[in-house]
């Protein structure tokens, strides 16, 4: 199938999206792209209510998603959205971020975990209909600086996940190479790191978009992790997906998508820039994240060479101005600051 560009709609076959998890965070961006070009993607997630999309779209973009009420971790929930929707491309988001896991790890392995197995078990079964699978794994699924005794590591280094949530994506990784190697089902994995931007409003590594937010609103916040980030602007993460998902790459693929690898100092800095007062405002503390901030990114420069990366500057200012925007008219939600 041939690649395309970002916003040129390949023509050449008919395509429906199926985007699970795209009411959190990523998902939105992927969706905000795909409207943009045209496209009428279908969401299926378990939460009913909208309001990073609501942030993202305007109320006629909003009128061309179809949302479907559904969990992954139910095989005909997923089933469902994708045989009676005419789904042919699949970009599976929906699962729970690492506190999630850590207060439920039972339940983050049957969303993380089975609802993955759902999604390629479907896929198998409407194989004539699907083309093509993209899911998200994560950087997490990588060992601590301290593993690898080293600040920069390959992208095919060995794996030692510090967190559950880490070992569900890796296991995610496994179910989609015996998957290909047992029933020819290609996939591509993609790995984000510390995905910034509008709607990133929970998860260990949100601080930095909270912290731009809490500037905005002139209101103190904590960032609670401190060292090195690799930072990926959601509008790059979202084209990585959608790229990725109409690649039509044969093979159970994963590649590590890589932004601005910066140091909590670089970070203030850039919040410095477009707030004089940020220093008052923000201060980070903790320990670093439990995985490597960077990664070099070999496999997806080779097949994917023309990625966007958006520089951390101009990520935190069009963040800066989406957050003003939404001030203005009243509608900047600071309920998550607490947390
Ligand atoms: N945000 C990041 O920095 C980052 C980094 C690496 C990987 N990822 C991965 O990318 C994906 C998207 O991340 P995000 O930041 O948008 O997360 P998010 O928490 O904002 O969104 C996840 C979505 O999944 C939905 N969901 C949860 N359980 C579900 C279920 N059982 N059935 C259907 N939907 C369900 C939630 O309602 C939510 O809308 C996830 O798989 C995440 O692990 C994110």
């Known amino acids: 199938m041939p690649a395309t560009a970002d916003g040129t709609k390949d023509r050449t076959s008919a395509k429906r999206f199926l985007v699970t998890g795209a009411k959190g965070f990523i998902g939105s961006w992927v969706v905000k792209v795909l409207i943009e070009r045209g496209d009428r993607p279908l969401i299926l997630d378990l939460?009913?209510?909208?309001?990073?999309l609501r942030a993202l779209l305007s109320e006629e973009q909003l009128q061309s998603v179809s949302f479907i009420r559904g969990d992954v971790s139910k095989l005909d929930d997923v089933e469902r959205a994708v045989a009676d929707n005419g789904i042919t491309h699949v970009i599976h988001l929906a699962a729970l971020q690492v506190p999630f896991c850590v207060a439920n790890p039972p339940l983050g392995a049957l969303v993380n975990v089975v609802g993955t197995v759902n999604v390629f078990e479907t896929v198998k079964r409407h194989r004539d209909q699907v083309r093509n699978l993209v899911y998200a794994s994560s950087a997490?699924?990588?060992?601590?600086?301290?593993?690898?005794?080293?600040?920069?590591?390959?992208?095919?280094?060995?794996?030692?996940?510090?967190?559950?949530?880490?070992?569900?994506?890796?296991?995610?990784?496994?179910?989609?190479?015996?998957?290909?190697?047992?029933?020819?089902?290609?996939?591509?994995?993609?790995?984000p790191s510390t995905v910034y931007g509008l709607g990133r409003d929970q998860g260990l590594t949100s601080g930095p978009t909270k912290a731009i937010k809490a500037c905005v609103a002139g209101r103190?916040?904590?960032?609670?992790?401190?060292?090195?980030?690799?930072?990926?602007?959601?509008?790059?993460?979202?084209?990585?997906?959608?790229?990725?998902?109409?690649?039509?790459?044969?093979?159970?693929r994963i590649y590590t998508p890589r932004g601005a690898v910066v140091s909590m100092e670089d970070i203030m800095a850039?919040?410095?820039?477009?707030?004089?007062?940020?220093?008052?405002?923000?201060?980070?503390?903790?320990?670093?994240?439990?995985?490597?901030?960077?990664?070099?990114?070999?496999?997806?420069?080779?097949?994917?060479?023309?990625?966007?990366?958006?520089?951390?500057?101009?990520?935190v200012r069009e963040?800066?101005?989406?957050?003003?925007?939404?001030?203005?008219?009243?509608r900047l939600d600071l309920r998550e600051l607490s947390v």
Do not use: W
């Open 47 to 52: 939460d009913a209510d909208s309001h990073r």
């Open 319 to 330: 963040t800066a101005e989406i957050f003003r925007k939404l001030q203005r008219e009243d």
């Open 140 to 191: 997490a699924v990588y060992g601590t600086e301290e593993f690898y005794g080293a600040d920069h590591i390959s992208d095919d280094a060995p794996l030692q996940p510090a967190t559950l949530y880490g070992v569900f994506k890796q296991c995610n990784e496994g179910t989609a190479r015996v998957y290909y190697a047992c029933d020819g089902i290609s996939s591509i994995a993609l790995r």
């Open 270 to 315: 850039a919040l410095e820039r477009q707030f004089p007062d940020a220093r008052k405002l923000i201060r980070a503390e903790g320990n670093p994240l439990p995985l490597p901030a960077d990664v070099e990114n070999i496999a997806i420069r080779r097949d994917f060479p023309d990625l966007p990366v958006t520089p951390l500057d101009e990520g």
């Open 220 to 252: 103190s916040y904590v960032i609670r992790f401190t060292g090195r980030a690799d930072m990926q602007y959601a509008r790059d993460t979202a084209i990585t997906f959608i790229r990725a998902a109409e690649s039509g790459l044969e093979g159970a």
